[in-house]
């Protein structure tokens, strides 16, 4: 299984070798390979120049052309190839937006962050391992490629991903490394919020979440981020892998700040769960019968309540209230969700129109309010979801 994916892009690498050039795997596959942790996308690094790429393969997608970097499908699927390149010029503390092609592989894993991840491979599994990338992978540590200092000065998102390869991969960050990232901290602030984001959202989620948030609080790194830098950080324990959009609905449950969530440039999508999210870590506290549960679940999603209920170690070493784990857990979620007779407003056999037309009144805002009590009665069985029990209800509560 593992080779898998090597052995699929294999007819690349040889037919570009076929063409006079050099090929490797490189970065993440060719590590996580050496560490025996599944691998799910390939990089492609080869001496050829983005132009003699889209000459030897019939379909190709330009898709990083000036940084070298052209699409190859193959067999239905989209492979990354590389040109060998030299960065420099490095401005602000971000990546170049000139790069220059080589011919040397060397060079190419020179301009790598960090060593695991500067290894080579052929496809007969023959490493090119000039920084002696899995010697720290045995000893499990986190090194840079060269000097920390000038390398976390070229670029300052590599220190973030250096603490979010330590999250994902329970590494060591040496001491060189980590020093280098308390100096030069404070120059993440030239990034990119997005950017940012990419490592955060990995960072997050590694099963050594709890030493590296700890070392992104001791560096300080949080008072450089935009929306991060606005909150109390001392205040946020992270001690589980959590994802993304449940630590950001954490912190903003812990810590209320108006319109905050614009800094971060997330999707809408993103954003609205998150929101949902600081809505069920409020209310599932609040629960406490059996008709606050069915509604609850009637409103919230199943798998939205669950993750929220995984959380809730984190969230009571917040310092929030968690949901009282007798009326709530995985089992009576699901069971609840189960007896529930409609599952939305759409499944009501009365809608609005039916309302106003049997009491033949104008529409208004009191519409809103007594639909919802319909639903509420329906969802809790106090009513049955047929059109003539509804439109009695109506008749009988109803003042208009
Ligand atoms: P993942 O498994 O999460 O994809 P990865 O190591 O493949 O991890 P990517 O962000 O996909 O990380 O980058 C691919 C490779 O490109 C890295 O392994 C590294 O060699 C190189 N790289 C990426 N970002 C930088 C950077 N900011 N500075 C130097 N090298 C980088
Ligand atoms: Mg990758």
């Given at each position: 299984?593992?080779?898998?994916?090597?052995?699929?892009?294999?007819?690349?690498?040889?037919?570009?070798?076929?063409?006079?050039?050099?090929?490797?795997?490189?970065?993440?596959?060719v590590?996580?390979?050496?560490?025996?942790r599944?691998?799910h996308?390939?990089?492609?690094?080869?001496?050829?120049?983005?132009?003699?790429?889209?000459?030897?393969?019939?379909?190709?997608?330009?898709?990083?052309?000036?940084?070298?970097?052209?699409?190859?499908?193959?067999?239905?699927?989209?492979?990354?190839?590389?040109?060998?390149?030299?960065?420099e010029?490095?401005?602000?503390?971000?990546?170049?937006?000139?790069?220059?092609?080589?011919?040397?592989?060397?060079?190419?894993?020179?301009?790598?962050?960090?060593?695991?991840?500067?290894?080579?491979?052929?496809?007969?599994?023959?490493?090119?391992?000039?920084?002696?990338?899995?010697d720290?992978?045995?000893?499990?540590?986190?090194?840079?490629v060269?000097?920390?200092?000038?390398?976390?000065?070229?670029?300052?998102?590599?220190?973030?991903?250096?603490?979010?390869?330590?999250?994902?991969?329970?590494?060591?960050?040496?001491?060189?490394?980590?020093?280098?990232?308390?100096?030069?901290?404070?120059?993440?602030?030239?990034?990119?919020?997005?950017?940012?984001?990419?490592?955060?959202?990995?960072?997050?989620?590694?099963?050594?979440?709890?030493?590296?948030?700890?070392?992104?609080?001791?560096?300080?790194?949080?008072?450089?981020?935009?929306?991060?830098?606005?909150?109390?950080?001392?205040?946020?324990?992270?001690?589980?892998?959590?994802?993304?959009?449940?630590?950001?609905?954490?912190m903003?449950a812990q810590?209320?700040?108006?319109?905050?969530?614009?800094?971060?440039?997330?999707?809408?999508?993103?954003?609205?769960?998150?929101?949902?999210?600081?809505?069920?870590?409020?209310?599932?506290?609040?629960?406490e019968?059996?008709?606050?549960?069915?509604?609850?679940v009637?409103?919230y999603?199943?798998?939205?309540?669950?993750?929220?209920?995984?959380a809730?170690?984190?969230?009571?070493?917040?310092?929030?209230?968690?949901?009282?784990?007798?009326i709530?857990?995985?089992?009576?979620?699901?069971?609840?969700?189960?007896?529930?007779?409609?599952?939305?407003?759409?499944e009501?056999?009365?809608?609005?129109?039916?309302?106003?037309?049997h009491?033949?009144?104008?529409?208004?805002?009191?519409?809103?309010?007594?639909?919802?009590?319909?639903?509420?009665?329906?969802?809790?069985?106090?009513?049955?979801?047929?059109?003539?029990?509804?439109?009695?209800?109506?008749?009988?509560?109803?003042?208009?």
């Amino acid at each position: 299984m593992r080779y898998e994916l090597f052995e699929r892009a294999k007819p690349i690498l040889n037919q570009i070798q076929q063409h006079g050039f050099e090929a490797y795997y490189v970065g993440g596959s060719v590590r996580d390979y050496l560490m025996g942790r599944e691998i799910h996308d390939i990089d492609i690094t080869t001496s050829a120049t983005p132009d003699e790429i889209e000459d030897i393969f019939d379909k190709t997608i330009p898709i990083g052309k000036e940084h070298g970097t052209i699409n190859v499908v193959y067999n239905d699927e989209n492979y990354e190839v590389t040109t060998f390149r030299a960065e420099e010029d490095y401005v602000d503390h971000r990546r170049p937006s000139e790069v220059h092609f080589v011919r040397d592989l060397y060079q190419d894993v020179q301009r790598r962050d960090f060593t695991i991840n500067a290894i080579a491979m052929d496809t007969n599994y023959n490493t090119y391992d000039y920084f002696d990338g899995e010697d720290d992978i045995k000893a499990k540590q986190i090194r840079t490629v060269g000097v920390a200092r000038e390398r976390f000065e070229e670029d300052a998102l590599r220190i973030i991903r250096g603490l979010r390869f330590q999250s994902q991969l329970n590494f060591q960050i040496v001491n060189e490394t980590f020093e280098a990232m308390a100096t030069q901290i404070s120059d993440i602030q030239y990034l990119s919020i997005e950017r940012i984001v990419v490592e955060l959202k990995k960072l997050i989620n590694g099963i050594n979440v709890s030493e590296s948030f700890k070392n992104m609080k001791e560096i300080q790194a949080f008072n450089y981020i935009p929306f991060f830098k606005a909150f109390n950080m001392n205040k946020v324990f992270i001690n589980e892998p959590l994802s993304f959009e449940i630590w950001i609905a954490l912190m903003l449950a812990q810590q209320p700040i108006e319109d905050s969530l614009k800094a971060l440039k997330i999707s809408n999508l993103e954003k609205s769960n998150i929101q949902n999210f600081v809505n069920l870590i409020k209310i599932l506290p609040k629960v406490e019968s059996k008709q606050d549960l069915i509604t609850v679940v009637y409103d919230y999603n199943l798998s939205d309540i669950e993750c929220v209920l995984t959380a809730n170690d984190t969230l009571k070493e917040n310092g929030l209230e968690i949901a009282n784990p007798l009326i709530i857990n995985a089992t009576s979620i699901k069971e609840t969700d189960a007896q529930l007779p409609i599952h939305t407003r759409k499944e009501m056999d009365v809608n609005g129109g039916d309302i106003i037309k049997h009491l033949q009144v104008k529409s208004g805002p009191w519409l809103k309010d007594v639909l919802r009590q319909i639903e509420l009665a329906i969802i809790t069985q106090q009513m049955n979801n047929t059109k003539l029990e509804i439109l009695e209800w109506v008749d009988a509560n109803v003042k208009v």
